[in-house]
């Protein structure tokens, strides 16, 4: 049972306009929620996160939004550049009450193809 | 790379044959894992350890083991390569084991089984 789900496998946006990438939870013991970025051939990189307490969350052009009554959450980057096409994953860390072992669950993975 | 390295980078090998992959961190954290990433899967946890001789399953271990040594290696082994085992492997460290729990991720070792 996947316990974080990115629906949508691939999204293709025009450059200077928003992506909006989506993630749904079903597990109410995630208290952190974090977004990674990857390029072909390099491991995932850092990009934001989110404390399951806030509703937003912002850093530049990337600004994530969470739902929580919803178990949804979602990555906005105003405006998109070519240079953000990649490999979207969304992950879940449950914390130490949460039974975690500092590890993360992770989505399936968007990929984003900007266009100039 | 964060102090991260993998090693190998690439690897085609034959079902059946063992095949151990390697990583060193520089920064002396306590907490490592080994995910692997499938294409429709996303990143899938292996194995992680909490310290030297420290180690648990994750998610997918079935066919895997670990051996962690020394503070700075964790090792992954593969006793007997099958073809359901290509893919790539990402080795992670977790620097703070607080909060967001934000991993540092290597770049990865990708690897065929024949």
């Known amino acids: 049972d996947q316990q974080v789900k990115q629906n949508s496998p691939s999204l293709s946006v025009q450059e200077g306009r928003i992506s909006i990438l989506n993630c749904d939870y079903t597990?109410?013991?995630?208290?952190?929620f974090l977004w990674y970025k990857k390029y072909p051939a390099e491991g995932p990189t850092f990009l934001i996160s989110?404390?399951?307490?806030?509703d937003k969350n912002e850093d530049g052009r990337f600004t994530v939004f969470l739902n929580k009554s919803a178990k949804h959450l979602s990555l906005h980057i105003v405006p998109s550049q070519p240079g953000d096409s990649a490999v979207y994953f969304c992950?879940?860390?449950?914390?130490?009450?949460?039974?975690?072992?500092?590890?993360?669950?992770f989505g399936k993975g968007t990929k984003l193809s900007v266009k100039p | 790379d964060a102090g991260i390295t993998q090693s190998p980078r690439h690897k085609v090998t034959e079902t059946g044959t063992p095949v151990t992959l390697r990583c060193h961190q520089t920064e002396n954290h306590r907490y490592m894992y080994w995910y692997r990433q499938d294409p429709g899967h996303g990143l899938r946890l292996i194995h992680y350890s909490y310290g030297v001789k420290d180690t648990d399953k994750g998610e997918v271990s079935d066919g895997y083991s670990v051996s962690r040594s020394k503070t700075e290696d964790f090792l992954l082994t593969l006793e007997s390569a099958t073809s359901s085992q290509t893919s790539v492997y990402f080795c992670a460290i977790n620097p703070t084991f607080s909060g967001a729990n934000v991993l540092t991720f290597g770049a990865g070792s990708r690897l065929t089984v024949l």
């Open positions: 597990n109410s013991m995630f208290d952190y």
């Open positions: 992950a879940a860390s449950a914390g130490r009450y949460g039974g975690s072992q500092g590890n993360l669950i």
């Open positions: 989110i404390s399951s307490i806030k």
